[in-house]
């Protein structure tokens, strides 16, 4: 087990799955999945400048380096869609542990659902513009937002121009 130099998380070696465990020291809780390591991991130590965990595994006679917390960042334009037609389109998320995307405020179009990893996926029901903010959060300060309009245009329409009739 090893502390991070200001505190704020444990890393804790799970010898039998092979896995260290990161603990918030602030909730008292396990932040994310446990991060696979090398087979039996035994001592953690984390750098002075704390970027770094080093892990020794005893088992596979290895040691695994885990680069410390990265604040979250969401980045990315997200395109117009057509009522009636599939639509799908992934936003860039970075961070680590990996952040988990979601809608925090305003609605996306109907028909769309956007998932933890920032698919905006679905098939659009309604012509309009969507106005809505995503955001990435891991845990570690800040969370990052990005703030989103599609516009969805009735089928048959190009732009702003619509064909109506035959």
Do not use: K, W
Not at 12 to 29: E, L, R, W
Not at 55 to 62: F, P
Not at 63 to 81: D, L
Not at 107 to 132: C, D, I, K, M
């Amino acid at each position: 087990m090893a502390v991070t130099p200001d505190g704020a998380r444990v890393y804790v070696a799970n010898n039998v799955d092979g896995t260290v465990s990161v603990i918030d020291t602030a909730t008292d809780t396990v932040v994310g999945r446990p991060l696979s390591v090398g087979a039996g991991p035994d001592g953690v130590a984390v750098a002075p400048g704390g970027t770094r965990v080093y892990v020794a595994n005893r088992d596979s006679g290895s040691v695994s380096v885990i680069a410390i917390e990265v604040p979250p960042t969401i980045t990315g334009s997200v395109p117009a869609g057509v009522v009636g037609q599939g639509y799908s389109h992934t936003v860039t998320v970075t961070g680590f542990p990996t952040p988990a995307v979601s809608v925090t405020a305003g609605t996306p179009p109907p028909g769309l659902t956007v998932t933890p990893a920032g698919t905006l996926s679905g098939t659009p029901a309604a012509a309009g513009e969507y106005s809505f903010t995503l955001t990435a959060d891991n845990g570690v300060a800040p969370a990052a937002s990005l703030p989103v309009t599609v516009p969805i245009t009735g089928p048959g329409c190009r732009g702003s121009r619509c064909i109506f009739g035959s």
